[in-house]
């Protein structure tokens, strides 16, 4: 078959979207079809933009290409699912977030323009109206199921899929600090790591794995993270053997995002058998990790997280059971491509 996979990108962001993109096109094409990915430059502010964004959608002609018919579409995310096709299946990354459960959030850009009302509701109203086309709608987690659910009243289908270049993942000893790997910004509070280090910090150590997405909030975070010195390391970019290195080194990892859509670092952390530190509200993680048994669970509050990194941190011998667990229970789910393409041709 012909497969176009269509979604949006930031020009010159590349994260957990892009690489789902690329290793579902290549999965696809080691399964014999021919594939392309389809994609058009996100821009959401101000929000008059975005009704751009669905216009250029709504008039994108994905019947032929060159003259020679596109078999089947695969829609990643809004609002490249606006875009009509005949045999059309949407494999939902994540709706809209700012107009749906972000849209209390006080980073909110689309909330406090003076049009984000309306454009809002008329987002709503395009998810509402175009989704039920597709042949089939897949979530990329339960997490994005129930908000599709929640708001938009939409049933889907849980289909979960690897972490890009898990194969590559090692494991390694139990060392001599904490790994929070994400893209640095406010929704995946590294902000919160920091408060729970200067709250009761001891001897530990906290690497930070990522690229902030604004240079302003990365300088903020470091001039809060200063009074604990070398105690925390800020990586920055890095290569793709040393993100497997830290992680395959660490003592536990540490990710408390909020409301994650599905989360990579979850599943790398399982595969590298370290133990996950994660929040009552960070979404996504919650689907994998078990509190005491893969990881641990705790409010997003400063005092709790602090206690969870001091506990893994303390107790080596409990960080690799822990660790173990969460690499077991990453084979017990079967994760695969080969599955993932199955259920999106069928």
């Not at 079809?33 to 216009?55: C, G, N, T």
């Not at 339960?142 to 889907?156: D, F, I, K, P, T």
């Not at 229970?329 to 393409?341: E, H, Q």
Request: glycine share 8%; aromatic share 8%.
């Amino acid at each position: 078959m012909r497969i176009a996979i269509t979604t949006v990108q930031v020009p010159f962001v590349r994260g957990g979207a892009e690489f789902h993109a690329e290793e579902l096109r290549r999965a696809l094409i080691a399964a014999g079809h021919e594939v392309d990915i389809v994609s058009v430059p996100f821009k959401w502010y101000p929000a008059a933009r975005l009704v751009d964004q669905m216009a250029i959608w709504r008039l994108i002609d994905l019947s032929t290409s060159n003259g020679v018919a596109i078999d089947k579409v695969i829609s990643l995310k809004f609002p490249a699912w606006l875009a009509s096709h005949r045999d059309q299946v949407i494999w939902m990354l994540h709706q809209h977030r700012e107009a749906y459960d972000l849209w209390g959030e006080t980073h909110n850009a689309l909330a406090v323009d003076p049009e984000g009302g309306a454009v809002r509701e008329l987002m709503r109203q395009m998810d509402r109206e175009y989704i039920p086309r597709a042949r089939h709608v897949f979530a990329n987690s339960r997490n994005v199921a129930r908000r599709l659910e929640q708001y938009c009243g939409l049933g889907s289908r849980v289909l979960y899929h690897p972490p890009p270049g898990v194969e590559r993942l090692q494991q390694g000893e139990y060392g001599d600090y904490l790994l929070v790997p994400a893209r640095i910004n406010e929704i995946k509070r590294q902000k919160l790591v920091i408060e729970a280090m200067l709250l009761r910090g001891g001897d530990m150590r906290v690497v930070f794995m990522g690229h902030p997405d604004r240079l302003d909030y990365g300088e903020a975070l470091r001039r809060l993270a200063a009074p604990l010195g070398d105690r925390v390391v800020w990586t920055g970019f890095v290569s793709d053997e040393e993100r497997i290195r830290l992680y395959a080194n660490a003592r536990a990892v540490v990710f408390p995002p909020v409301d994650e859509d599905y989360g990579y670092v979850t599943l790398e952390a399982m595969v590298s058998a370290k133990p996950v530190i994660t929040c009552t509200d960070s979404g996504g993680s919650l689907e994998f990790v078990e509190h005491d048994v893969t990881g641990l669970i705790v409010p997003p509050e400063p005092a709790a997280l602090a206690d969870a990194m001091v506990s893994l941190w303390s107790r080596p011998g409990f960080a690799r059971q822990a660790g173990r667990a969460g690499f077991e229970r990453w084979r017990s789910l079967g994760i695969s491509w080969d599955n993932a393409v199955s259920c999106l041709l069928g």
